[in-house]
């Protein structure tokens, strides 16, 4: 046994990094969160790949419509 733990300060720098450590838990409100905010965004960029979609399909039919005009 050393000095240090027959003084307990071993005991105690333990106990001071475990306050100091931040607590990494996901609880289930940050949880719900996390899957709230990745949905808006999928859904905001699923939005915007279908208006991309359409505009390439009304320049499709626009260019289908000149060429059967001539």
Do not use: N
């Not at 450590?21 to 699923?46: D, F």
Request: net charge positive; hydrophobic share 50%.
């Amino acid at each position: 046994m050393t000095v240090a733990q027959a003084f307990g300060f071993k005991a105690k720098a333990r106990e001071v990094d475990e306050r100091s450590r931040p607590v990494r838990e996901w609880h289930i409100a940050h949880k719900l969160t996390m899957a709230s905010v990745l949905m808006i965004m999928l859904t905001l960029l699923l939005t915007l790949l279908a208006r991309g979609v359409d505009l390439w399909q009304m320049r499709v039919i626009g260019q289908t419509i000149r060429d059967t005009g001539e």
